[in-house]
């Protein structure tokens, strides 16, 4: 306080002004560089609904690969190839993701182990996917002989299982204590309150989780490489090679083929509809659950 | 204000004396009268109620309980055994180049298959170069955003903007790099690379051959990539700075931006600290679109326009063709590292921000 006196009116406004100024440049550069991020998103769905819109037809979503040299075909089979791909993903990692989910929150509240499992579970998020893949073909494909759909199925599943885990165990902490006792009020045993009653509140939470975490796994790619491996025909065998869409994406993206390039296209075009529409999808559904869930 | 009150007082007040104390016993005894105290009462005394029977009947209590509890503890080890199992997995089949090189194979700086001769200094350069230029990228530009959309935003432009930013997240790597191919190598060779040339040529950074594919392409795919996590983590470790804090500063008369640095900034950066390593670990990892726009050529040069390789995308590329054991093992134990690489970075940046989400509840991206 002693310094104030001694200032000049002078440096006093010049010090005002100095702040105010700082304080607009902030905003501006704030301002700026949220346009500037958003500037490639646009770019980036724009182009993409251009290119694609131009090169989807009926053929796209009926028939397989043609030959290199023919024009036309389509990728009916990595359509299908990716949805029983992730389909086995979902019937492994969904339960185990959920099972872990509801340890953390029914079980291991505030104990060692818990903390340890929750630890564990944001630390495979951010392993790198091509890992999982390497691993997956050390595991599966090696021991089969052969890459199959079954190995791709294994990683995605990898892939969901830590995403689920905590999406899961943080919608059931929103169900409230009171609901729970009520269920033990009844006389109803824990197991039969977890899943009738917590796990039933929670339940759009927990969907909404699972469909991100299959979403996530619809686009990933590197860990099919070495385990789904891809497949230029149909194929329904969950031993043998299967084709799944951004495999197929990949392969044309790198390929010197126009006519690839362009179906390449189409493809991202697909999987992104896709992936926005089970998104979108769930958030409509969820947001008119049963009981809301609190969150 | 007063003479409704004053009327209905006098109609509540008679209803509520006569009729309540005179309803009650009337619908008990009505209830008792009608039949069921008889039929339950016998009952009562010999075994347990319907309720309690149904309920004892569809849960055989302690052993269902101690099962489920079993099975649930079944699923949250798993993480572990998925973790130990990728480890083990990795360590046992790239014994071979472990025997072969020892640590030298991360100082080595030839990739030469053909003559069996494996280093990953090549791919280790690429991958920190490639991962520090996307963080100097965008780390700015997603704390900007985070800044704008916590206080700055119109509250009419916050959903839709932070749904956008988020949307980014959503977008598959493959289909960045099929952009990059097609829309920003292009780009790099005919409009900014020049102009980077022209400008920043001097520091040796951006130096001719420009072929458009190459690290810097990379660094620009990976920062829009790791830019939402970044943004929304941090995000979220701004939020949980009390607002007493801020109102605190302002109140002492300090303008907004003196607000956020003195009130949010300051409490909030080990949390910023841990978004950006948790930003550095997404790209250590990021293959796809890498691979596609790096060039894929093992070389350490200073010229970011120069092609490169990283550890994931040499994975990618040569894992399926890779012949004979040592090749393999070398590509296995380059997985290995990265592994280890990204375990750790990860741990580090989540206990960063746990340190300051703690007792919040937790969003995470």
Same mark, same amino acid.
């Given at each position: 306080?002693?310094?104030?006196?001694?200032?000049?009116?002078?440096?006093?406004?010049?010090?005002?002004?100095?702040?105010?100024?700082?304080?607009?440049?902030?905003?501006?550069?704030?301002?700026?560089?949220?346009?500037?991020?958003?500037?490639?998103?646009?770019?980036? %769905?724009?182009?993409?609904?251009?290119?694609?819109?131009?090169?989807?037809?009926?053929?796209? *979503?009926?028939?397989?690969?043609?030959?290199?040299?023919?024009?036309?075909?389509?990728?009916?089979?990595?359509?299908?190839?990716?949805?029983?791909?992730?389909? %086995?993903?979902?019937?492994?990692?969904?339960?185990?993701?959920?099972?872990?989910?509801?340890?953390?929150?029914?079980?291991?509240?505030?104990?060692?182990?818990?903390?340890?499992?929750?630890?564990?579970?944001?630390?495979?998020?951010?392993?790198?996917?091509?890992?999982?893949?390497?691993?997956?073909?050390?595991?599966?494909?090696?021991?089969?002989?052969? *890459?199959?759909?079954?190995?791709?199925?294994?990683?995605?599943?990898?892939?969901?299982?830590?995403?689920?885990?905590?999406?899961?165990?943080?919608?059931?902490?929103?169900?409230?204590?009171?609901?729970?006792?009520?269920?033990?009020?009844?006389?109803?045993?824990?197991?039969?309150?977890?899943?009738?009653?917590?796990?039933?509140?929670?339940?759009?939470?927990?969907?909404?989780?699972?469909?991100?975490?299959?979403?996530?796994?619809?686009?990933?790619?590197?860990?099919?490489? *070495?385990?789904?491996?891809? !497949?230029?025909?149909?194929?329904? /065998?969950?031993?043998?090679?299967?084709?799944?869409?951004?495999? &197929?994406?990949?392969?044309?993206?790198? #390929?010197?083929?126009?006519?690839?390039?362009?179906?390449?296209?189409?493809?991202?075009?697909?999987?992104?509809?896709?992936?926005?529409?089970?998104?979108?999808?769930?958030?409509?559904?969820?947001?008119?659950?049963?009981?809301?869930?609190?969150? | 204000? /007063?003479?409704?009150?004053? +009327?209905?007082?006098?109609?509540? +007040?008679?209803?509520?004396?006569? !009729?309540?104390?005179?309803?009650?016993?009337?619908?008990?005894?009505?209830?008792?009268? &009608?039949?069921?105290?008889?039929?339950?009462?016998?009952?009562?005394?010999?075994?347990?109620?319907?309720?309690?029977?149904?309920?004892?009947?569809?849960?055989?209590?302690?052993?269902?309980?101690?099962?489920?509890?079993?099975?649930?503890?079944?699923?949250?080890?798993?993480?572990?055994?998925?973790?130990?199992?990728?480890?083990?997995?990795?360590?046992?089949?790239?014994?071979?180049?472990?025997?072969?090189?020892?640590?030298?194979?991360?100082?080595?700086?030839?990739?030469?298959?053909? #003559?069996?001769?494996?280093?990953?200094?090549?791919?280790?350069?690429?991958?920190?170069?490639?991962?520090?230029?996307?963080?100097?990228?965008?780390?700015?530009?997603?704390?900007?955003?985070?800044?704008?959309?916590?206080?700055?935003?119109? &509250?009419?432009?916050?959903?839709?903007?932070?749904?956008?930013?988020?949307?980014?997240?959503?977008?598959?790597?493959?289909?960045?790099?099929?952009?990059?191919?097609?829309?920003?190598?292009?780009?790099?060779? /005919?409009?900014?690379?020049?102009?980077?040339?022209?400008?920043?040529?001097?520091?040796?950074?951006?130096?001719?051959? !420009?072929?458009?594919?190459?690290?810097?392409?990379?660094?620009?795919?990976?920062?829009?990539?790791?830019?939402?996590?970044? #943004?929304?983590?941090?995000?979220?470790?701004?939020?949980?700075?009390?607002?007493?804090?801020? +109102?605190?500063?302002?109140?002492?008369?300090?303008?907004?931006?003196?607000?956020?640095?003195?009130?949010? %900034?300051?409490?909030?950066?080990?949390?910023?600290?841990?978004?950006?390593?948790?930003?550095?670990?997404?790209?250590?990892?990021?293959?796809?679109?890498?691979?596609?726009?790096?060039?894929?050529?093992?070389?350490?040069?200073?010229?970011?326009?120069?092609?490169?390789?990283?550890?994931?995308?040499?994975?990618?590329?040569?894992?399926?063709?890779?012949?004979?054991?040592?090749?393999?093992?070398?590509?296995?134990?380059?997985?290995?590292?990265?592994?280890?690489?990204?375990?750790?970075?990860?741990?580090?940046?989540?206990?960063?921000?746990?340190?300051?989400?703690?007792?919040?509840? &937790?969003?995470?991206?």
């Amino acid at each position: 306080m002693s310094a104030l006196p001694q200032r000049s009116p002078g440096s006093e406004r010049a010090l005002r002004l100095r702040r105010s100024l700082t304080d607009h440049l902030v905003t501006v550069l704030a301002v700026g560089s949220t346009i500037l991020v958003l500037v490639p998103l646009i770019l980036i %769905l724009g182009y993409l609904l251009y290119k694609g819109t131009s090169s989807l037809n009926l053929d796209f *979503f009926t028939k397989i690969p043609a030959p290199v040299g023919e024009s036309g075909g389509g990728m009916a089979n990595s359509i299908v190839g990716s949805a029983v791909v992730l389909t %086995l993903a979902s019937l492994i990692g969904i339960p185990v993701g959920i099972g872990a989910g509801v340890y953390l929150s029914e079980y291991g509240r505030g104990r060692m182990l818990g903390n340890a499992i929750r630890f564990t579970a944001d630390v495979v998020n951010g392993v790198p996917s091509i890992v999982v893949g390497i691993s997956a073909y050390a595991v599966v494909v090696v021991k089969q002989g052969h *890459f199959s759909a079954f190995a791709g199925g294994i990683a995605l599943s990898i892939m969901m299982v830590p995403t689920i885990t905590r999406t899961t165990e943080e919608m059931l902490a929103t169900v409230p204590l009171a609901v729970r006792e009520a269920a033990y009020g009844l006389g109803i045993p824990k197991w039969r309150t977890v899943l009738s009653v917590s796990l039933r509140t929670a339940s759009p939470g927990i969907i909404t989780g699972c469909m991100l975490a299959f979403a996530r796994a619809a686009g990933e790619t590197a860990p099919l490489l *070495f385990t789904a491996f891809g !497949n230029q025909f149909w194929s329904w /065998d969950l031993r043998q090679p299967i084709a799944a869409l951004p495999l &197929q994406i990949y392969t044309y993206a790198v #390929s010197p083929y126009d006519e690839w390039h362009r179906l390449a296209w189409a493809g991202a075009l697909v999987l992104i509809l896709l992936i926005m529409i089970s998104v979108t999808l769930v958030r409509i559904f969820a947001g008119r659950g049963m009981l809301k869930g609190g969150n | 204000m /007063d003479n409704p009150t004053q +009327e209905i007082k006098p109609l509540v +007040e008679p209803a509520t004396a006569e !009729n309540a104390p005179l309803r009650l016993p009337k619908l008990v005894m009505s209830d008792v009268a &009608q039949g069921t105290s008889e039929h339950l009462e016998p009952t009562r005394a010999a075994e347990p109620s319907e309720v309690r029977k149904f309920l004892n009947e569809k849960s055989s209590g302690r052993l269902a309980d101690g099962s489920f509890a079993a099975l649930m503890l079944v699923c949250g080890l798993s993480l572990f055994f998925i973790v130990g199992l990728i480890l083990w997995v990795l360590v046992m089949n790239s014994r071979p180049s472990l025997h072969a090189f020892g640590f030298k194979f991360f100082t080595h700086s030839v990739w030469d298959p053909v #003559s069996g001769e494996f280093g990953a200094l090549p791919f280790i350069w690429g991958t920190l170069v490639s991962s520090l230029v996307a963080l100097i990228l965008a780390v700015p530009l997603a704390l900007c955003t985070a800044i704008f959309l916590l206080e700055i935003c119109p &509250q009419k432009l916050r959903a839709p903007i932070s749904f956008l930013t988020e949307f980014l997240a959503a977008i598959p790597s493959v289909v960045y790099g099929l952009w990059g191919v097609f829309v920003l190598v292009p780009f790099m060779r /005919d409009t900014a690379g020049p102009f980077l040339e022209k400008t920043l040529g001097w520091t040796g950074l951006f130096a001719e051959p !420009n072929f458009g594919v190459g690290m810097f392409t990379a660094s620009v795919i990976l920062a829009i990539m790791i830019f939402p996590v970044i #943004s929304s983590i941090s995000r979220d470790v701004m939020r949980a700075v009390p607002v007493s804090q801020k +109102e605190a500063v302002l109140a002492l008369g300090a303008t907004r931006w003196e607000m956020l640095r003195m009130g949010v %900034l300051r409490n909030a950066r080990i949390g910023i600290v841990g978004a950006v390593i948790l930003g550095l670990g997404r790209a250590l990892g990021e293959t796809m679109a890498v691979t596609m726009v790096i060039g894929n050529h093992p070389d350490i040069s200073k010229n970011l326009f120069a092609p490169g390789y990283t550890l994931a995308s040499v994975i990618a590329n040569e894992f399926t063709e890779a012949t004979g054991d040592l090749y393999l093992s070398s590509l296995i134990e380059i997985g290995l590292a990265l592994f280890l690489v990204t375990i750790v970075v990860n741990a580090i940046a989540r206990l960063l921000v746990w340190a300051v989400t703690r007792g919040q509840s &937790q969003r995470h991206a």
